[in-house]
Each structure stands twice: as structure tokens, then as C-alpha cells.
């Protein structure tokens, strides 16, 4: 074997050939190139993670391979842990560097991506980890962080390559979820995922669906087509976030589009890295509260009848009810129905925020640690810095779905109720409501003692101000160094 010179492409959360970093600075070379998915069981196995997302991978790995293929380099599939897979290749062909864009994601990626590293430095291969949003690795100071990443954003997109040079590893079978050791889920409706389903999900967005989009945000009827739906293909990079905000841009300088809505729809993409951002700079927030004075706010071991009632959708609020069971089924809902159910978690049920975390991260299709932790901490009361918000499940109920359309589809045991008390069922006799249980908890009671609760908590901490004097004043849980710097 002569000197290596094969440039591995390893697709993570970037399963896309338009606009990727990593894939253009590998084809610059001029070596021979070899675009790898690795399915890990270690992440297979992970809490967070469900059937469903890894149906999502394959969808777009079966776009992502027949793309590569038409370009000249099969997708090689493997299922193994990364440095094994690696350590395998490099053996058959020598490898003479990885490239892969930066992950914001769990602890157990980032350690995954730490061993790489540390294999490719053992090896002599070069490991280049290049940027596809707007988060930061060692920011140094939030002051310059819009500007860094509108500076991202303002480069010029990667165009497809024109052709690729492969090489003779054998691409391997796309696996099954049977191969995978995974259990089909049965779901009623899964979005689609992959490159053209999102492109088709971004243009239909962008031309037809924006008109009217910061009004349909809210109601889980209107958000259902009136949301952009592109979180699920941000999440598994199957367009780029760099190309959304462009051409959200470009409609924005059209004449007679809504620009209120491309407005609010940009701010939106803007705050996902923002919340990203916070979860690059206290890695800890997905399993310990950003302020410490929370983290014995609530029993880590969940009350199990509530935690039970939470995940079969069984609270005895309508709107709660509904959302969970839809999501339980579809995998998505609207931000403000995300905030409902969390807030029903933390405050009325008194639950652990982890717990009820986890079982979120695993319905969601969308699940993006760097959104979704932070906002889990924020709807629960543990950040030490946000405003309180308690949602009242019947004020939701009444604002979003006043005709009653939701909730009936998803809790049909309230066919009888009539609409007037549709919200507040257990007003009706029990033989109207088909064995639709009582309220699980009073919730007016329940979000006084919980405000209770936090104020005093509140107290004890006030003048800890923001993010940074937090992490400041309590310099031991500021994320390890190598986190930083890499
Ligand atoms: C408790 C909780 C957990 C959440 N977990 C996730 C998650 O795991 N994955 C996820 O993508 N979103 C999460 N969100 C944010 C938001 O609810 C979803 O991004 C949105 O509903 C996805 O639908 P969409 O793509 O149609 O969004 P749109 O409203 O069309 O927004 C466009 C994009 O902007 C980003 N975005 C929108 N709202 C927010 C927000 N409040 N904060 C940060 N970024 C935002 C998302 O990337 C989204 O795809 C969570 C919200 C809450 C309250």
C-alpha cells in the first residue's frame, strides 16, 4: 500500500450533497474520496433516541446514497462504533484524513467525537471538523456571536460537486430496522425524511405556506401546515440551515411577499442557534439544571402514576390529552403545545424535567439536543434567569382549538361532551365521557404551589443575572476544557 490519501467523508447529521462543507473541502483534494454513514449501537441504544429517528435516517440515507452514486462514490454504510469502522477502512485502503462537520449535540456524540479525534491524531490522519451553522465552538464572548454567525451565513452555498472520484470499498447493504436490532413502530402519520423531501418541505414553505405563518405558529390545527415543518430535515441536516436562510432572504427582497412572516420565520431559525449555543457552552443542561440552586428543586425519581398518565395521555385536561397522543403518533407538534405539555410536566405533575426530557426527545422527530434541552430547562423553572410561565391547559384549549376540532380527534372517548365544556369535562356526567378520567391534579392549586416553590428558590439566588454570571459564580460547572478548545 503506497502512502494513503483517501479522504473520508463521515455524514453525521448532514445527510445532504448541496451546501456541505465537509464533502467540498475532501473533493478539493483531488484524492480519492469515501463518504461513510456509521449506524453506532452505543447511539442506537442512547435514551433519547427512538425507531422513529432512525427510520428518518434511512429515508435519507436512501437519497444520500442514490445522490453519491450518481456523483461517482457510492455512500459505504456500515453499523459498528466509529473508531472500529475507521480503524477498518484505514486497514483496507489507508485513510489521510476525516472530514465532518461540527456536532452540537449529547454528551455521548461529542465523546464519540473526541475518540476520533484522538484515533486520527494517534494514526497521523488529519481530522477537520468543518461549520454548518450558526452555533459556536469556543465562543469567546455572546457580544460577537450575531455577527460571527451572520458572517457564516453570508458566505456563498458549497455547490454539488460536479463528479467524485470513489474508491473500491464495497458501499454494504442499507440495513433493515430488524438489522439495526430495532422494532417497527407503528406511527399514524411519520414526516418524510431526506434531501428531496426536504427541498420539496422548503420550497412549498417558502413559496405557498409563509403567508399568515406568525399567526399559524400557535394552534396545533393552523401549525400543521402553517409551521415550515423543516425542523425534522434541520435536525438531520437534509438541507442546509445556510440555504434556508438564504433563500428566505432572497423572498424577502420579492415584491408582494409576506414579509412579516419571512421576518418571524428568520427570527425562529436565528434562535436555534442561539439555544444551541447554550448548550455548547454548559453541556451539562442535559442532565443537571444551568442554575445548581434548581437541581434539588424536584424528586429525581418521577412520581410513576403521574409519569405513566403524562406518557398514555390520560391527565384528564383535554388539550394536554391531545397533544401527547399526537404526539405519541405523529412526532410533531407547534412550539407553544411543546411549552403546554412541559409546563403540565414540571409544574402541575411535578416531575423531573430530565425524565420528562427523554420521553420527549424520543417522540419528537425533530429532536435537536441544542433546542431542545435548553427549552425543556426554560419551560421548566431551572434556569435561574427566565420569566415563570405556567400554562393554564384550559385557557390553551379555549385559545387554539375553540371549535373543539383536536381535541376531538385525538380523545374520542369526549364525543358527547358538548363544546361549551369540551375544556373542563370533568363538569359533565362520567357516562358522557366514556371512561375519560377525572383532572389528574387541580391545576389552579398545583401552579400556586409551584410558584411557590420557585419563588423561594428565586430568592435565595436573585442577582445571579445572566448565562454567563451564572456559569460565572459557579465556575465548577462550567463545561471541561477540552470541550473548548479542541
Ligand atoms: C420543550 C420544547 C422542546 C423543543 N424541542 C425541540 C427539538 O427537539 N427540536 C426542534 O427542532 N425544536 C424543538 N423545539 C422548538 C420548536 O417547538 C420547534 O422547532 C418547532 O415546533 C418545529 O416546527 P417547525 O420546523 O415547523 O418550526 P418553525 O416554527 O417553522 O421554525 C423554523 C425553525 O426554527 C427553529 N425554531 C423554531 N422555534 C424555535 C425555538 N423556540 N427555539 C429554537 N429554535 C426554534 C427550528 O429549527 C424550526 O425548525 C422545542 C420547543 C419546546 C418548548
Known amino acids: 500500500m503506497g502512502r494513503p490519501d483517501v ?31 456509521v449506524f453506532e449501537p452505543s447511539l442506537l441504544a442512547h435514551p433519547h433516541v427512538s425507531t422513529r429517528h432512525s ?51 449529547v454528551l455521548a ?89 426536504g427541498r420539496e418541505t422548503m420550497f412549498s414553505f417558502l413559496t405557498e405556506r409563509v403567508p399568515g405563518y406568525e399567526r399559524n405558529l400557535s394552534s396545533p390545527n393552523t401549525g400543521w401546515s402553517g409551521c415550515s415543518r423543516l425542523s425534522v430535515h ?17 423572498r424577502h427582497g420579492e415584491p408582494g411577499v409576506a414579509r412579516k412572516s419571512l421576518q418571524a420565520f428568520g427570527e425562529r431559525l436565528a434562535w436555534r442557534d442561539h439555544f444551541a449555543q447554550k448548550l455548547e457552552d454548559a453541556p451539562f443542561i442535559e442532565e443537571r439544571s444551568l442554575h445548581p440552586a434548581f437541581d434539588d428543586l424536584r424528586p429525581r425519581q418521577p412520581n410513576q402514576a403521574a409519569l405513566d398518565a403524562f406518557i398514555r395521555g390520560a391527565t384528564g385536561y383535554p388539550m394536554v390529552d391531545a397533544v401527547l397522543r399526537s404526539l405519541a403518533a405523529t412526532g410533531w407538534t407547534t412550539f407553544r403545545m411543546r ?7 414540571s409544574y402541575d405533575l411535578w416531575l423531573p424535567w430530565q425524565e420528562t426530557g427523554r420521553v420527549l426527545a424520543r417522540w419528537f422527530t425533530d429532536y435537536e439536543p441544542g433546542i431542545h434541552w435548553p427549552q425543556i430547562q426554560m419551560q421548566s423553572g431551572v434556569t435561574g434567569m427566565n420569566a415563570l410561565r405556567i400554562y393554564d391547559p384550559v385557557k390553551q384549549q379555549l385559545d387554539h382549538d375553540a371549535q373543539g376540532t383536536f381535541v376531538r380527534r385525538w380523545v374520542p372517548e369526549l364525543r358527547d361532551v358538548p363544546l361549551e365544556l369540551l375544556a373542563t369535562p370533568w363538569l359533565t356526567a362520567p357516562e358522557q365521557r366514556h371512561g375519560y378520567p377525572d383532572p389528574i391534579v387541580d391545576h389552579t392549586a398545583a401552579a400556586a404551589q409551584a410558584k411557590r416553590r420557585i419563588s423561594l428558590v428565586r430568592e435565595r439566588v436573585r442577582g445571579d443575572g445572566s448565562t454567563a454570571a451564572v456559569l460565572e459564580k459557579h465556575g465548577s460547572r462550567r463545561p471541561p476544557p477540552a470541550r473548548r478548545r479542541r
Open 55 to 105: 427510520e428518518l435516517v434511512l429515508d435519507a440515507l436512501t437519497d444520500l446514497r442514490e445522490n453519491l452514486a450518481h456523483l461517482g462514490a457510492p455512500l459505504v454504510i456500515r453499523t459498528g462504533e466509529v473508531v472500529d469502522v475507521l480503524h477498518a477502512l484505514h486497514a483496507q485502503v489507508g485513510v489521510a484524513a476525516v472530514h465532518s462537520h461540527e456536532e452540537f449535540g
Open 339 to 345: 411549552s403546554m405539555i412541559t409546563s403540565f410536566a
Open 109 to 197: 456524540t461529542w465523546n464519540r467525537d473526541r475518540d476520533v479525534a484522538a484515533w486520527c491524531r494517534k494514526l497521523g490522519i488529519a481530522y477537520r471538523e468543518h461549520r454548518q451553522t450558526g452555533t459556536m465552538r469556543g465562543l469567546k464572548s455572546r457580544n460577537t456571536w450575531n455577527k460571527q454567525r451572520l458572517a457564516l451565513f453570508s458566505q456563498p452555498l458549497h455547490p454539488i460537486p460536479a463528479a467524485l472520484r470513489g474508491t473500491s470499498v464495497a458501499p454494504g447493504p442499507m440495513p433493515t430496522l430488524n438489522d439495526l436490532g430495532l422494532e417497527p413502530e407503528t406511527m399514524q402519520y411519520r414526516q418524510r425524511g431526506g434531501e428531496t423531501a
Open 7 to 37: 479522504q473520508v467523508v463521515w455524514f453525521k447529521r448532514d445527510l445532504r450533497v448541496r451546501d456541505h462543507a465537509a464533502l467540498a473541502a475532501a473533493v478539493n483534494t483531488g484524492a480519492p474520496l469515501l463518504p461513510l454513514y
Open 234 to 250: 434541520l435536525a438531520l441536516g437534509t438541507v442546509s440551515a445556510r440555504e434556508i436562510h438564504a433563500r428566505a432572504q432572497r
